[in-house]
């Protein structure tokens, strides 16, 4: 019975598992977007995410950790030296898992998945996006403050 487990296990064992998993994050840290399956994809975001956040701190501990997962030197360096100063002030949320149809073979659903701090596209709309908007009643605020003065210069005009 599967009573508690909520990961997907993809069909396959544990270690198959986690050599396709880091083989997947590998990929991605090195070509920094892949297309898969959307079950791995959103098996690797799960997996991959917290790599990324510890990847934040670049101590000799955190370096081990992570090549412990992957078992790459020239990842794991990716990793900190690129990705981590680039992501550094991010919360969370550093990968993108995009639909993109099905595959013509067996009809699987494929994704694309990407870091969102290298998609020039997403990112370049995104920060002209989030300059426009602002965050709630701040509009009626500032509408409200242009009518009271724009009133008070009425009134002590007609004075």
Do not use: C
Request: charged share 30%; net charge positive; glycine share 6%.
């Amino acid at each position: 019975m599967r009573h508690g487990k909520k990961f997907n296990h993809l069909k396959r064992q544990k270690g198959h598992r986690r050599a396709l998993l880091a083989n997947l994050s590998i990929a991605l840290i090195t070509h920094k977007r892949i297309f898969t399956t959307l079950a791995k994809a959103k098996a690797l975001r799960k997996h991959l995410e917290p790599l990324v956040t510890k990847a934040k701190t670049n101590t000799t501990h955190s370096r081990r950790v992570i090549f412990s997962y992957l078992q790459d030197k020239v990842a794991v360096q990716e990793l900190f030296d690129v990705i981590g100063e680039k992501i550094f002030d991010r919360p969370g949320g550093y990968l993108r898992v995009i639909r993109t149809g099905f595959r013509k073979g067996d009809g699987a659903e494929m994704a694309m998945i990407e870091f969102v701090d290298f998609n020039e596209v997403y990112s370049s709309n995104s920060k002209s996006a989030a300059k426009k908007t602002r965050r709630r009643g701040s509009k009626k605020s500032t509408a409200a403050n242009t009518t009271e003065t724009a009133t008070d210069t009425e009134t002590s005009t007609e004075e």
